[in-house]
């Protein structure tokens, strides 16, 4: 009887920490972006972060263990132009001789609809670290993998980017519109 009992909470305890622990996925860094939307002296300008690196941690059972750590390489950014592409290697904007990489990590999610979630986290560029709070869809694509899409906006400023002269939002807006397409491995 005792074997039995023991047996039996052994095995309730199997699939309880099955159902607690949720999986954890590479981000495939081939398919997943960051881009980015920005005034300049009134004109709409864009561009892109590619490479990302990083783990997602995702139960849809179980939002309280999901979470995320995200690095995203400074020096894969694209603008459209070399030009302003150098710009942003400088000091006063990303100083990647410093700061090589901006950095992600949640600290909550909570449910907010079928496939939305709500994220809070600290991102960090340029040293400087901002508390965040975004709206994340996760879907499935055709191959299988998780997709997690978002739209946000942050403010340059908070993180010294576009410091100096640069720091005139008349000349470039502190807006920032971030959307991301992030893939799992």
């Not at 950014?77 to 901006?102: C, Q, R, S, Y």
């Not at 670290?129 to 942050?154: C, K, Y």
Request: no cysteine; proline share 4%; net charge negative.
């Amino acid at each position: 009887m005792k074997q039995i009992a023991v047996a039996a909470l052994l095995g309730a305890a199997s699939t309880l920490a099955t159902v607690a622990q949720a999986d954890t996925y590479e981000i495939d860094s081939e398919n997943s972006i960051v881009e980015f939307q920005y005034k300049q002296m009134g004109v709409n300008m864009k561009g892109n972060f590619a490479n990302l690196q990083g783990t997602i941690t995702f139960d849809q059972e179980a939002p309280d263990a999901m979470g995320a750590v995200i690095e995203l390489p400074l020096d894969t950014v694209d603008t459209g132009t070399d030009e302003a592409d150098e710009e942003l290697i400088k000091p006063e904007w990303f100083d990647m001789a410093n700061h090589p990489t901006a950095t992600f990590e949640t600290s909550a999610v909570s449910p907010a609809g079928d496939d939305d979630y709500t994220v809070k986290g600290v991102l960090q560029i340029k040293g400087e670290t901002q508390a965040l709070e975004f709206p994340v869809t996760v879907q499935q694509d055709d191959a299988g993998r998780l997709v997690f899409e978002t739209e946000f906006e942050i403010d340059r400023g908070d993180f010294d980017v576009g410091s100096g002269s640069w720091s005139d939002p008349s000349i470039v807006s502190n807006e920032v519109k971030v959307k991301a397409h992030i893939v799992s491995k």
